[in-house]
């Protein structure tokens, strides 16, 4: 069965370091999303791509954090300059489109910021 | 703005006998509902929908009940197995999708 792929499944890095978190959807998957993991806390939305280009994003996806599908099977989450507060579990997720199809989810890339 | 919540943080029950997870929203906007198991170390992995203009949906063991009115939603798992352990979260959309704080459950053999 096809499945999103995510890589590293675990990154440590310093405060103000970029990371980049990596992504492979479903192939033919159309919408794709990052959303990440506060440790104890509820999933939360941060920004939803379609169509090359960024479709809707949460209060959390400020300025630091930036999305981009460079080929046509990758799709990364950037963060340029992280926070202590940006460690968490970020889960990439694809759906193949419109209404009623579900949101299929990598296993998660652990980052840990020091 | 919690616009899904999960009320029961833990649930255990006995081997065999029906679980129960529920669910409530505040957004009547929402047209689909999903739930949604997770176990450690592994991303969410989808179980069951339902969309706003049914009530019921039911898939082998699983069965999600869409109360419109009470803005509830509940799955059903009959009979359980310790394999059902696992986070279970619920998750409504209409432009992106909100999720709840997840349920652990727990099934005793």
């Known amino acids: 069965e096809p499945e999103v792929t995510q890589t590293p499944s675990h990154q440590v890095t310093q405060m103000g370091q970029e990371v980049i978190l990596r992504c492979v959807p479903i192939?033919?998957?159309?919408?794709f999303y990052w959303y990440r993991q506060i440790l104890g806390q509820k999933v939360e939305f941060l920004v939803s791509f379609y169509n090359n280009e960024i479709s809707e994003k949460s209060e959390i996806f400020d300025d630091q954090f930036s999305v981009e599908r460079p080929d046509g099977s990758n799709f990364t989450l950037k963060i340029r300059s992280t926070k202590l507060e940006d460690s968490a579990m970020y889960f990439c997720a694809s759906r193949e489109t419109g209404f009623g199809s579900p949101l299929h989810f990598g296993n998660g890339t652990r980052l840990t910021v020091t | 703005d919690q616009q899904v919540k999960q009320n029961s943080p833990s649930l255990s029950v006995q081997e065999g006998r029906i679980s129960i997870l529920n669910c409530d929203y505040t957004?009547?906007?929402?047209?689909?509902f999903l739930w949604y198991k997770k176990y450690p170390a592994e991303g969410p992995t989808f179980l069951i929908s339902i969309s706003s203009i049914k009530d019921k949906n039911e898939d082998g063991r699983f069965t999600v009940f869409l109360n419109k009115s009470a803005k509830h939603l509940s799955l059903h798992i009959v009979p359980s197995q310790p394999g059902d352990s696992a986070v279970y979260f619920c998750a409504a959309s209409y432009n992106q999708f909100y999720f709840g704080t997840g349920t652990s459950l727990t099934v005793i053999p």
């Open positions: 192939s033919n998957h159309l919408y």
């Open positions: 957004n009547s906007m929402f047209d689909y």
